[in-house]
């Protein structure tokens, strides 16, 4: 994360492309991109069965605001590399099984894809980025290439879930982090649209997410782990030199990732140190000055009951994680509360984040 | 919770009391002696200014379905003992601060209160009780009276997060509960009436309930723990013989507060073991038959998505706690998800309930 | 209505199916037929691919309590008349699209099919019945039979939001009902399952449910309409005679219907008036005692906050109409609010009171 | 609302005073003139026992962004006229009760007071107004110094229900509008804080807010009605040219009221007619260019499912009224679905919009 070279913003907006560009994540992409400094939406794409048709006919925008009317006369185009698909830059908000057969096509077709899939996060050469914490991980891009093949790659970004965690834990590394335990109480936005069906949220909580736990111990590991460049691998902390366990249930909150965190610090570090470590905290996103990163990538609240999904989702426009509630837990040392919202931080703001870092490193 | 003599019944069903019947968990006393064949509601008390009116006419009532027939037309008498309120068994649904002053009063006028209030939990003569566990912890009542002079008593039991977390542990401690890290997700319910407001919870969390984790991990160390019979004390579980950390928050539900629990156990059994615990326990309540206890304390469902509030918060009437989603835990041993009703097995049928086995124990 | 034989209840229970049992009507049909003392469920279907499983291991169970047990064993057959579908009297809580094609082979098989669909509601030969109002309806039963050569016949009850609409307004054609105009907020479960993305829900109102609104007013005309004998025909409520206008709206509700309503009234009765015609009504189901009649299928409440749906939904236990706010109309006459839960009064309690009243009469 | 003469915006912003401003209209108050280029927040004040706290300790903050940083270091005063509230312009966010005392004082000290409150809405020379309609009855306010003897004045605007209601009828006018129907679906914000308890919205529909309909069906007549300049009085429709009813519910939605309206018109306008009336409707605030006013105050929606509260509510900065399904009416000629965001339009920018006026006029 250090020795950041000064670099050009593009002189130019450079056009993008969004993979899944009608589902709650795609729609993400679509708003995020709207007056992007560096960015142009240039060409979407969804499945065959809508190749062709106006985006503003054929999308249910569930996003809050309306559609950038940019956005409303582009066309869909299929899932191919192709003329219709701008290919330096791609985004997709694939789901997982789809993802899984076209990004590599857009990467051999020589496109820089920044994923929001699951499908190859744990991949031994693609690296699972978040901006502020391992930028580093870039480095995998030239063995995944040479193994590959590709001129293009896969960035991936974490889990909706995982992310507000690795965030809320990276300051907290330097006191070393032995075990963490977390329960999720997730927005429905976090399953897509139509998603979640509203008679499994309405005066109710629905305490199992597929693979999600699962998801939130293995990523969390690779984020915070290191990239060994001797040996052009990855070193996810182990498992025991990290123990993670996380519950994950859904709630009924439209946006905004709320979980409840306790951690064991071998350092035995304060109170205090910890919230200092939050508010000082700062990754190459803010030093670069990237136009996706929040000032503050964590925000401490001292109120006794923040955050809260409704008010502090859109901390940082969404960017930032807000932490609150730190105390001294009796089982492990320390037990907070953190929030992110999931389509933003947690999805594609995140892979927007990893881009625009790209293109700072000019890789892409 | 051994030699269980045989009892007889009540010959004739005794009258009895609730005091602060007005309010939400009042509702429920009225609610649930509606055609209790023991009890019969004779007296009901609430605040100074409603003394006289018509239950009928003063009660908002909250509870699902509509007020039982025989209590509209009854008279609300200001909460001072007297010949409108028969005390051989009084229900107190007061708030802490007013219990602290009233309860005593009844159990100097004879009677024998079973409190759902904060006020006199954790004093060192007043029994905290969920009969399945602790009924012998009544032996406290001799010393109560003895000391206070009182012809009647105090008995009170546990708070609405408290009552399912121990129900839950209360068959693991064969296996030897070393650590237990809880995350509550409660009811609008548990705060009263017109408690949380809807801007609160309407796609939101509050992650803060005042003096709740507090509450939960003082209770459950008392209820689990032993009433040594020679030095006429309780003896709760050291907070070093088992750790307990709780974090609660308020999420949007009417009734039903569902846990996710983690826990360490120096047995190290399998998770058929526990399954087992689960299932095979009963108490005092299941093997006297008590009218308003549940066949089975304790159901373990098999669903990777269950229990859930709306679905499983009936369960045994609502005097059941359901439990599932039992898997290792790799920071503790193992970790699972409960459920309870609050305002029944969790407020007024938890006192219903301690009422029952006085009564059959004959201390009533 | 008139001239109601004596009847012979069933000697013993008949065995009847269930078409559709997997869906959230299906569901409430195999809930509300456990423990009936008439008919006893025997024979369930499902769609093709999941002919031959269990019901327990198929259903995925939203109806609030658990399934019952004499269920969970049956197994799921095809929708197609044969063996293991007793065939005297058919549930069906099928699609409308699914019901054109299946629910006449069952009556072609000599099936008494009461369905819930829309497919045949309007149909010049099938009658539309809510048994409190229009019983005499089932004459028509003659003329379907004959003209399709079927042994057995379909008889179908209305949309969700029609009957508690038509109840509503049924006590009030002594008065001359000349134009009616209906607003309504539609519960979730209504669309059945998965049914309303949460995200539609949540923090949220839909004011529109694709043809609900022509279904309210054109039913209505046929349920309050006439059956003449001599042309064999049924002369629905002119559009002159009397006019509707409805509004249809989905809100965050799980469960029950809640409508407002205006009325224009030829009579001019006063509001005394109106509230003796809902208490006083009753019809068929209450004489004849028919097992799922409610005591009284029009309930009027004086609060000033009421029907509500969580209070008053479950009414009759979920069969009769809660009515509330009479009050006079600036534009019409008076206005009001009236709820009925919607899968069952609504649904699948329609169509069970449709077929005790064919028993009843002698016709299934 | 012809002949607008040109006018100069300030030359340095006003200070301007809120009253009740811890509230959540007083927050709402605060959270727009955060910025504001006309007038500067100078002083706040709230009940007595709060006078002299920083506002940043005082208020519970439940808008959704941040409190502007510049108000959070603000002293409370008591809601006395005096140096420390600034009288040239003072918003009042006062309850009804209160604002009977208290805006008087303030206008006899010499404020032009803009008031939510419904305390002098009614009162024969208080303008109620809504600036795209109404502006002229401004002329009231001459008529209202002069009686008392005041300095100051009172503006007030309308209620939140009616403020949508008059904005979508306002370009129906032409058209003759002689009767009204609407039934309201209301936000819980509408109560403001605490409000609504959340055991009434969840799972529910509250069908009565107490005085709302009342309040709908007179202001409208007063709003829409004239100003006699000779007579110096208001000439509200009378109940005979233009008849309403209004019904009005509570549903679990946090801001934005949705209302779903049928429409009587002599002129038999065509559909198109009404859009077109709609989309080109533009009012003093468009052509003065006044900086709260929406570009356009109604939007016409074609799809079939808008306006929803989640999607629209924001729309022109939450001061736009968005109306969509029009379609005729069998019962008068025309319905609609009209939402407007009751706390932006329907309160502090109503109130707002309304200063903005009257500055541009020279009043204030």
């Known amino acids: 994360m250090s020795n950041l070279a000064p670099f050009q913003p593009p002189q130019r907006r450079i056009p993008v492309t969004v993979l899944g560009a009608t589902g709650l994540v795609g729609q993400r992409f679509v708003a995020l991109l709207d007056g992007h400094p560096w960015f142009e939406l240039a060409g979407i794409a969804a499945s065959e069965r809508n190749a062709g048709t106006r985006y503003g006919d054929t999308v249910r925008w569930k996003v809050e605001a309306e559609p950038p009317a940019a956005a409303l006369n582009l066309r869909l185009a299929a899932p191919v590399p192709g003329d219709a698909l701008p290919s330096r830059i791609v985004f997709s908000a694939l789901p997982a099984a789809e993802a899984e057969d076209i990004e590599p096509r857009f990467a051999r077709a020589g496109a820089l894809v920044f994923s929001n899939a699951s499908a190859y996060r744990m991949a ?23 193994r590959h093949g590709w001129p293009g790659a896969i960035v991936t970004n974490p889990n909706c879930s995982s992310i507000g965690l690795t965030l809320a834990l990276a300051p907290l590394q330097p006191f070393g982090i032995r075990r963490v335990l977390v329960t999720t109480l997730q927005a429905a936005s976090g399953a897509g649209y139509p998603g979640v069906a509203s008679l499994d949220l309405l005066d109710n909580v629905i305490p199992h997410i597929g693979g999600e736990e699962e998801k939130m111990e293995t990523e969390t590991r690779k984020i915070l782990g290191g990239w060994n460049a001797e040996t052009a691998t990855f070193e996810p902390i182990s498992t025991d030199a990290m123990r993670i366990s996380a519950t994950c249930t859904r709630v009924a909150v439209r946006d905004g990732h709320l979980e409840t965190v306790s951690v064991e610090l071998a350092g035995r570090p304060s109170a205090d140190d910890l919230i200092a470590a939050w508010r000082d905290y700062t990754g190459a996103p803010q030093r670069l000055g990237l136009p996706t990163a929040p000032m503050h990538p964590l925000i401490y609240r001292e109120e006794v009951d923040r955050p809260q999904p409704v008010r502090d989702r859109l901390a940082g426009r969404g960017m930032a994680v807000t932490v609150g509630r730190l105390r001294a837990c009796d089982v492990l040392d320390y037990k907070f509360v953190c929030l992110s919202h999931n389509t933003i931080r947690g999805a594609a703001g995140a892979a927007l984040l990893n881009a625009e870092l790209a293109v700072a490193r000019g890789i892409a």
């Not at 693609?126 to 480095?139: M, Q």
């Open 124 to 146: 031994a050469d693609v690296p699972l980025i978040v901006p502020e914490i391992n930028g580093d991980h870039l480095a995998a891009l030239e063995r995944q290439r040479e």
